[in-house]
Every structure is written in C-alpha cells, then in structure tokens.
Antibody, heavy 118, light 107 residues
C-alpha cells in the first residue's frame, strides 16, 4: 500500500525556519517525481515545488522561490522541504504528493500544518 | 503562468442530480488536465487525469471531457459521499496551477 506521511509542521515566528519531511512507503520512491502542495486556511490548493526522481529537475512557485528548498533522499525514501524566511502567508497545510507518468498527483499525504505567527 | 478558472465557485445539489463543473485554461493545454476531490481534513483524491481518463478505483459516475482550453467534470448521479470541493489542475507547464475550486454542497 502506498503511504505518504508528512511531519515537521508547527508554530514558527515570522522570519523563522522549518523543515518538513515526507516519508514514503509501498512503492519504489526513487522512480517518481514528488511535489509539495499547500492549502492556506479557507483557500484552495496551491502547488509549491517539485523534484524529479533523480533530482535533475527542481521547480518552485514564485511565491516561495529563494526561500524554500526541496530535496529528497532516495536511500531513505524521504522528501523534504526546507522553509526559510517564513511569512504569515505561508501558513497552510502542506501536502506531499506523488507524480505519475501522466503528470497527475495520484497519492497524497494527510498533510502537516505550518503556522507562521508571533 | 497558466491561469485556471473554474465555474461555478459553489453549487447546491441533491442526491441523484447530475452535476457539471467547468474549468477554463488561459491558454491551450491540450489534454494536460487533472481533476481532484478534496474533503476537509483529508488528502486530496485524484479522480480524472489527462482530461478524460478515470483514475483506478474511482466510480464510473465521474467523467471528464475537453481539450485545449475548456474542460468539464461531470458527476452523473450525485451520491452523499460526493459532497466535497473539486479542483482542476493543469500539468502542461510549471507552475502546475490549480483552479480556485468548486464546492459541492447539499441542497
């Protein structure tokens, strides 16, 4: 069974940092591109970042470019999102999602809540 | 960036109703269009990929159509478990933009 489990969310001050993790199981993690998607309170889904299977291709939304860094450790079946210079508008539930060869996101984690507030 | 616009933003419907949600892209995206269902506190669920392909395990009452800039998600007979928010997403280019969502509520 495919499972994606996010962790690392919490309350952080504006300007602070946080590192999210996504533990993958039930599939060959190293064969798939992975993504982070977020949902701010009362808002819709927003794509944040993607990383290809071998880390060759990495992309970011303009809203996080230069502040967030996506990475992965295929040996540990894990995806990461390092978030620096956090702003109130980064407050959201963050989901990791697996990307298929048809460029859709077929499995998602349950999400981890990040709250940026003083 | 490609903008995705869904309509309506919300709708009220009864069990058994046929429901149609539309999604328009700001430029042609061929058939690079996916549909997701999202319920509060749950992980989003892939329903349709490549505009019209039904994801494995998704009931056949869900269908998708369209190409280019205009797309449709149809629920042929709304069931109680279908009350949720639905999102389209383009996978033609990065950033992989989502529509603003359509909330389907009980009438």
């Amino acid at each position: 069974e495919v499972q994606l489990v996010e962790s690392g969310g919490g309350l952080v001050n504006p300007g602070g940092s946080l590192r999210l993790s996504c533990a993958a199981s039930g599939f060959t993690f190293s064969s798939y591109s992975m993504n982070w998607v977020r949902q701010a309170p009362g808002k819709g889904l927003e794509w944040v970042s993607s990383i290809s299977s071998s880390t060759t291709y990495i992309y970011y939304a303009d809203s996080v470019k230069g502040r967030f860094t996506i990475s992965r450790d295929n040996a540990k079946n894990s995806l990461y999102l390092q978030m620096n210079s956090l702003r109130a508008e980064d407050t959201a539930v963050y989901y990791c999602a697996r990307e298929t060869s048809s460029l859709s996101f077929d499995y998602w984690g349950q999400g981890t809540l990040v709250t940026v507030s003083s | 960036d490609i903008q995705m616009t869904q309509s309506p933003s919300s709708l009220s419907a009864s069990v058994g109703d046929r429901v149609t949600i539309t999604c328009r892209a700001s430029q042609s995206i061929s058939n690079y269009l996916n549909w997701y269902q999202h319920k509060p506190g749950k992980a989003p669920k892939l329903l349709i990929y490549a505009a019209s392909s039904l994801q494995s395990g998704v009931p056949s009452r869900f269908s998708g159509s369209g190409s280019g800039t205009d797309f449709t998600l149809t629920i042929s007979s709304l069931q109680p478990e279908d009350f949720a928010t639905y999102y389209c997403q383009q996978s033609y280019s990065t950033p992989r933009t989502f529509g603003q969502g359509t909330k389907v509520e009980i009438k």
